[in-house]
């Protein structure tokens, strides 16, 4: 198992590098540059501001000095917030970020598992049909509209909970959380359902039941361990698709995270900025993946085996 | 092999579960849950029912909460640009002079009086002897001087260093053909006498070193984190700031908020009401104006067009429009067929119908716009040389081989990505479809490929807005001059240059002046390079309880004609509390 | 070490020495068409499934039917009447220009439909493929691939679209391709995963001790094998495809005004939800009827498709 990490975390850093490099060239040829704005910028000012930010240089001279200067763990001052680190800037949004996407996974999988078992005990009844209604309802309203519907009703109307900030109101995150968490809600709980019923057919299942074990044991133990390998290969990306995808929940509620700074930065083209957070994005989506092969293997009873058979 | 024994595994290791059917699982699970949501729910609820909102808090502490559309990029005054950071600038530092919200006239600022010349080319300010910066120091006309040269150092990178143009040599030094500060108009004669001459009389002077790019910086502060020209560097941080504002800086925390509280220093403190200011950056005008319902806000930055019916129906009282100096329009690229010809663009601009695009998509809350300059700046009148007139737009586009609208190439009107452009364009191009039979394509862009393709002359027809930088009809009209940097239209006309450039700088006096303006305007007009649609307005939602906040046609505004009152009912119900409180 | 590595030479054998045992499961595989035939019976049987599939056919026809039988056009603009509440004239209401809405959300279908099906299968195609071949052939050939995967994801997507137009211009194609170009790789994540397990099985081991082709034991055996997972994915990427498109023409790549989509629609109407709440709720209903039909088509077509599920 541990060379299994290794081996993949070896396999990283090029995926990273070919990353960093892809984006730092994309992104130089996507037209209007950090400096343009709405009254032209004189000359000779941005002449200046060029040469600050070494954009007098040759693309590959402003590449090698990007790359020393990761080694040194700078990566540069932001363009549209000159007076900022990149790497501040994401470790002042990192956080908030990460905590939303992390609540936000609770709700998905606390809502969507339980709706998709459910769902898969008894297909094609009202059993399975009521709960998969309920969690597409994370489908049917995105985003942008499941948000400011829930502050209308529980923040504007009933006035119970605070409709924006994060940490700054007790009950401040719930909304948010909630939001972002009812999208994914729908995908876990239709993968759920799909795994499970695949599962209930394997032979393994039918042996356990041979057996004359109880139906719950068979459900919670063995069916759901290889039930939901698919909803388990489905989150690695998507907790990392949670830093782009948090922007619209951010900008709802008003949160001062990561997504905000990861899409402005394109629209900005602030390279440093666009860069920083592709680095970040890459990092965490190497090591997400990797944690859900990980995962994947430990709940497929096969697949384990033969990793610890093989050791 | 590998099954049968992972099974056993399973329940070797699992003993525990067996008693329970399987029907526990179908209902005891979601139940159990939606307990525990309900619970958790009720729990937080609450705890938060009671909460007390930021105006009525920022009420009782004189706390101004303010929405303030984007984050700031920076706060040195020599660097910035943009409506957030202008707001930001006037609680932080004070110019010479200042402006009366109500009246846009000037009042004594940094400066306690001045005299100009009677030729109008010197200035001379005398200083206050009470104007301290934020630790202390006394201000002086020193800093002043030493704040303007380094706003005009090339590598410091203002991009509004035009302002300081009307004064001599001021433009060479920028450009460095001068490298002697002291052939520059700019001259402390003493510690309190600063002494301005200018290159050429020029009437809104006063209006100009009021803007945030001519104000005084504290030099010790800025080299002690860098030299002069070094934009954005740590003095702008909380912990080192020093200003000469209302206010001062307590904490930048990005994408939050920027709290400013008192300057006690600061010379005029007791006119000062207000405590401090809570400035939020807030991207979505729905969110911004959801936020000012709930209690959150004292005043918007913005209101999304769609809720103003509301607010006009239910709350009148907080809604505060008013005409702003800013002209909406279409540029023309006249470099391009078929607009190379005069009466294609006067029948496209002929077929709008500018009041019915108000009243229906713009919720009627602007003015029609005829010409470029904003109606009655200082008085000044534009040009209206055409009017609503479709049937003479189907007349003209005859005369320009194009009747019914036949051989006119599919042409594109490209717009920065916006609600409210892509309305506006909606209705325009079913406008000229109905009239002229002309089909238009509709291109929303980024905002950067926008500017880019504006700047690259890659367009055909393209949205755009001018906001006036001082109220003069100058800074609307000497855009267009023959290859101006913010003309990209491809039009030019050396008559209309020499008015601009010659004739109206020479006039004696506002009316002669404002004649070579009308002249000019007259001639941008007859040839029609912009499609004027129409004036802008600014749109705040303002809560009852904040005074001293009125709108004007800069949406200008001096915090130290700011209070916040509860209401009068407000104040006795909460004395009321109190008292039942305290048996 | 790697898992797709895992498929040890012991194993196999183990393996084919017990596919004799399961020769009936090879048996069904082998033919190919009997699967589909029976799935349609089971299918048939599932009252839900075959309901949706009618709601479906329903609505596909009148959007495609609207030119013909609506009173209005699509763009035909009323500025005088402006945003009004559903009546007789207008069954959904009115937008801001006084254009009929049940018009622009039958039109809207159109768009929405046609993205979503197409971009899907494009997405479907790469990502089943590309999945299966990693999965299958496993070793450095699984390792490349899937790290390509991991480098896309990572590529910042705004700035990819930005470009694409840049240099391609606006059209539908490029629109399929860059929804496709993002959509493929979750799914090819998924079939790989599948895959891995089916690699395993006794009968894909009995089939290669038959002697048959790669291609052929891929397209007879894994491919259908991953069917379940892949269409109620499918399903789910339905949606995703129509709103990303809203969000491709917000940054200018999908359609242009006058004409608009679901994703369009809906986005409009969340932003004016107190003051027009007909603009939300009617295209909010037309995507929330086809999702719940598709995903109770979805599901009925996985169960069909689910050799072993039918014999219980």
Redesign the interface.
């Known amino acids: 198992m541990w060379r299994f990490i290794w081996i993949r975390l070896l396999q990283a850093i090029p995926v990273i590098f070919v990353v960093i490099t892809a984006t730092f060239f994309l992104i130089r040829k996507?037209?209007?540059?950090p400096f343009?704005?709405?009254?032209?910028?004189?000359p000779?000012?941005k002449?200046?501001?060029e040469?600050?930010y070494n954009l007098d240089q040759s693309m590959w001279e402003q590449y090698v000095s990007y790359i020393a200067g990761l080694f040194r763990g700078d990566m540069g001052?932001s363009f549209?917030?000159?007076?900022?680190q990149v790497e501040d800037?994401i470790a002042?949004?990192l956080p908030i970020t990460a905590e939303l996407g992390f609540y936000a996974l609770l709700v998905a999988l606390?809502v969507g598992v339980?709706a998709g078992v459910?769902a898969a005990?008894?297909p094609n009844t009202a059993?399975d049909y009521i709960?998969m209604s309920l969690a597409m309802i994370g489908i049917c309203m995105p985003t942008f509209m499941l948000g400011?519907l829930l502050?209308?009703l529980f923040?504007?109307h009933l006035?119970?909970?605070?409709?924006?900030?994060w940490g700054d109101?007790?009950?401040d995150k719930?909304l948010p959380s909630i939001t972002l968490g009812a999208a994914y809600a729908a995908y876990v709980a239709r993968l759920s359902r799909g795994g499970m019923l695949e599962i209930m057919s394997q032979?393994?299942i039918r042996?356990?039941r041979a057996?004359g074990?109880?139906?719950?044991?068979v459900?919670?133990?063995?069916a759901m361990?290889g039930g939901l390998i698919p909803v388990v290969t489905f989150l690695g990306p998507a907790f990392a698709g949670l830093l782009a995808g948090s922007f619209v929940v951010e900008?709802?509620?008003?949160i001062?995270?990561l997504g905000?700074?990861y899409v402005q930065a394109a629209?900005?083209?602030d390279y440093t900025m666009i860069l920083g957070t592709t680095i970040f994005l890459s990092v965490l989506i190497v090591m997400f993946n990797l944690l859900s092969d990980m995962l994947a293997m430990w709940m497929n009873?096969?697949l384990r085996?033969?990793v610890s058979g093989k050791r | 092999?590998?099954?049968?024994?992972?099974?056993s595994?399973?329940?070797d290791h699992?003993p525990i579960?067996?008693?329970?059917?399987?029907i526990?699982?179908?209902i005891n699970?979601?139940i159990k849950?939606a307990g525990i949501i309900v619970l958790l729910?009720a729990s937080?609820?609450a705890?938060?029912?009671t909460?007390e909102s930021n105006v009525d808090s920022g009420n009782r502490d004189g706390i101004l909460h303010f929405g303030n559309g984007t984050?700031v990029?920076?706060l040195d005054p020599h660097v910035v640009?943009g409506v957030p950071e202008n707001h930001l600038m006037y609680a932080l530092f004070e110019g010479l002079v200042n402006k009366n919200p109500y009246t846009l006239e000037v009042e004594p600022g940094v400066a306690e009086s001045w005299t100009v010349s009677e030729d109008g080319r010197v200035y001379e300010f005398v200083f206050r002897e009470t104007a301290k910066w934020s630790n202390g120091e006394p201000v002086t006309a020193k800093d002043f001087e030493w704040s303007w040269w380094r706003a005009l150092q090339?590598?410091?990178?203002?991009?509004y260093?035009?302002m300081y143009f009307p004064i001599k040599n001021a433009e060479a030094f920028?450009?460095?053909e001068i490298k002697d500060f002291s052939q520059v108009g700019i001259k402390a004669l003493s510690d309190n006498i600063l002494r301005i001459e200018l290159a050429n009389p020029t009437p809104y002077f006063l209006q100009l070193i009021d803007h945030y790019s001519m104000f005084a910086v504290h030099r010790a502060t800025i080299e002690a984190h860098g030299k002069a020209s070094d934009?954005?560097?740590?003095w702008?941080?909380p912990e080192n700031f020093i200003g000469n504002g209302m206010f001062v800086l307590d904490e930048w925390?990005?994408?939050?908020h920027i709290t400013v509280s008192r300057n006690e220093n600061y010379w005029d403190i007791d006119k000062v009401k207000l405590n401090g200011i809570k400035f939020?950056p807030?991207?979505?005008l729905?969110?911004e104006e959801?936020?000012f319902?709930?209690g959150?806000l004292h005043r918007t930055e913005n209101i999304?067009i769609?809720?103003i019916?509301?607010y006009r129906d239910n709350m009148p009282e907080l809604l505060h429009i008013a005409a702003y100096n800013g002209t909406y329009f279409y540029r023309v690229n006249t470099r391009r067929e078929p607009f190379g010809d005069v009466r294609v663009r006067r029948a496209l601009a002929m077929t709008i119908n500018r009041d019915?695009?108000i009243?229906?998509?713009l919720d009627g809350i602007v003015t029609p716009s005829y010409s470029i300059t904003p109606p009655g700046i200082l008085g000044y009148q534009p040009p209206t040389l055409f009017k609503y007139d479709p049937e003479g737009a189907r007349a003209l586009l005859v005369d320009a081989g194009f009747p019914n609208g036949n051989g006119f190439p599919k042409i594109e009107l490209q717009f920065n990505?916006s609600?409210q452009h892509?309305?506006i364009?909606?209705?325009i191009?079913?406008m000229w479809k109905k009239e002229l039979n002309i089909d238009i394509?509709?291109?929303?862009?980024?905002?950067?490929?926008?500017?880019?393709?504006e700047?690259t002359a890659n367009f055909d027809l393209s949205r755009a807005g001018w906001i006036g930088d001082y109220v003069d009809p100058n800074t609307f009209l000497d855009m267009w001059i023959t290859d101006g940097?913010?003309n990209r239209t491809g039009w030019g006309d050396p008559e209309f240059d020499r008015l601009m450039l010659i004739e109206a700088p020479k006039a004696a006096g506002r009316d002669a002046r404002f004649a070579k303006f009308n002249a000019a305007e007259s001639l941008l007009m007859k040839n029609m390079p912009i499609l004027p649609i129409y004036t802008y307005s600014s749109k705040h939602l303002i809560h009852e309880s904040v005074r001293g906040m009125p709108s004007n046609v800069m949406d200008h505004y001096n915090y130290k004609y700011m209070s916040l009152q509860a209401k009068p009912a407000e104040i006795a119900q909460k004395d009321e509390m109190q008292a039942e409180g305290g048996e | 070490m790697d898992e797709s590595a895992l498929a040890t030479t012991s194993l196999r054998e183990?393996l084919v020495s017990r596919a004799t045992n399961e020769s009936s499961q090879v048996k069904q595989f082998e033919k190919g068409t009997s699967l589909w035939a029976d799935a349609w019976i089971r299918l048939k049987k599932n009252k839900m499934a075959i309901a949706s599939l009618y709601v479906l056919l329903a609505l596909i026809t009148l959007c495609v039917l609207t030119p013909w039988i609506s009173p209005y056009g699509y763009?035909e603009?009323n500025?005088?009447l402006?945003a009004i509440p559903p009546s007789i004239a207008h069954w959904f209401g009115t937008d801001?220009?006084?254009r009929d809405l049940l018009t622009r959300v039958l039109y809207g279908g159109r768009v929405s439909l046609t993205v979503g099906f197409i971009a899907t299968s494009v997405a479907l195609f790469i990502g089943v493929l590309w999945g299966t071949i990693s999965g299958y052939l496993g070793g450095r050939i699984d390792i490349v691939m899937m790290r390509i995967v991991d480098i896309l994801y990572a590529l910042p997507f705004?700035i990819f679209i930005?470009l694409l137009?840049?240099v391609f211009g606006?059209s539908m194609l490029l629109l399929f391709m860059a929804i496709g170009a993002v959509e493929w790789l979750t799914m090819a994540r998924i079939v790989r995963g599948q895959v891995l397990g089916i690699r395993r099985q006794e009968y894909i081991e009995a089939a290669l001790s038959m002697g048959l082709s790669t291609p052929t034991i891929l397209r007879r055996h894994v491919i259908p094998n991953t069917l379940g997972p892949v269409i109620v994915y499918a399903t789910l990427t339905i949606p995703q495809v129509m709103l990303l498109e809203a969000f491709l023409?917000?940054?200018?790549l999908g359609i242009?005004?006058?004409q608009s989509s679901w994703g369009l629609l809906i986005s409009?109407g969340a932003?004016?939800m107190?003051?027009?709440p007909w603009m939300l709720i009617f295209p909010g209903l037309a995507l929330s009827i086809t999702l719940f039909s598709l995903n109770f088509l979805g599901d009925g077509l996985r169960d069909a498709l689910d050799p072993k599920a039918s014999k219980d």
Not at chain 1, 36 to 42: F, G, N, R, S, T
Not at chain 2, 231 to 234: F, G, L, N, P
Not at chain 2, 441 to 453: G, I, P, S
Not at chain 3, 249 to 252: Q, R, T
């Open positions: 996507a037209p209007g540059g343009d704005a709405e009254k032209p910028v004189i000779s000012v002449r200046a501001l040469a600050k001052p549209k917030y000159p007076g900022w800037l002042s949004g606390a339980i459910i005990l008894k059993q709960p400011p502050v209308l923040g504007i006035e119970w909970l605070p409709i924006s900030g109101l007790p009950g719930i032979d393994y042996t356990a057996k074990l109880p139906e719950r044991v459900v919670i133990k063995h361990r900008t709802i509620f008003q001062p995270g905000r700074f629209f900005n083209r009873p096969r085996q033969q | 092999m590998t099954i049968v024994r992972s099974i595994a399973f329940v699992n579960y067996y008693s329970n059917g399987f526990n699982i179908e699970m979601p849950l729910l937080t609820i705890a938060c029912g909460q984050e990029q920076g640009t090339p590598a410091l990178g203002s991009q260093v035009f920028f450009r460095e934009s954005y560097t740590q702008t941080r925390s990005l994408n939050r939020y807030i991207d979505s729905t969110t959801r936020m319902r709930a959150q999304p769609e809720r019916a509301w019915l695009l009243a229906s998509v990505t609600d892509r309305k364009g909606v209705a191009q079913q394509v509709l291109q929303n862009r980024d905002w950067k490929v926008y500017l880019d393709n700047s940097g913010v | 183990t763009e603009q500025l005088n402006g801001v220009f006084g705004i930005i137009m840049v606006r023409s917000f940054l200018g242009q005004p006058p409009y932003e004016t107190e003051d027009y």
